[in-house]
């Protein structure tokens, strides 16, 4: 099937438009706000994954890019979060071992 990728230029929303001739490419429009001004996504263009399929396989649980751990600040982050939805109470010590991993100061007890 010729799915192909387009990025709308109002909003930057990236949605998969089945186009079997020109005049389905002149009707293409934006899923999220409508615009007309599409932009054809080459890089992706090889995957020819359905935006169902696409939905699947994120996995919002992991970080969205390579510099989230980079960053200080997001150590245990997702601990904590995670023992905040599970309604655990984790204590001091996991307060304190998670400050300790953010300042780096866990590693001089290793
Ligand atoms: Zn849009």
Known sequence: MPIYEYECKACGFISGHLVL????????ACRRCGAKK???V???????????QRLADFDPAKPTGGTFYKDDR???LWAQKRA?????????????????GRSKKILDNL
């Not at 001739?21 to 293409?28: G, H």
């Not at 080459?42 to 169902?52: D, I």
């Open 74 to 76: 997001n150590i245990g």
């Open 38 to 40: 599409l932009r054809k």
């Open 84 to 100: 905040q939805q599970l309604g655990l109470d984790m204590g001091d010590s996991f307060q304190e071992t998670l400050e300790k």
């Open 21 to 28: 001739k020109p005049s389905d490419r002149a009707k293409l």
């Open 42 to 52: 080459m890089s992706r263009f090889a995957t020819h994954k359905t935006e169902s």
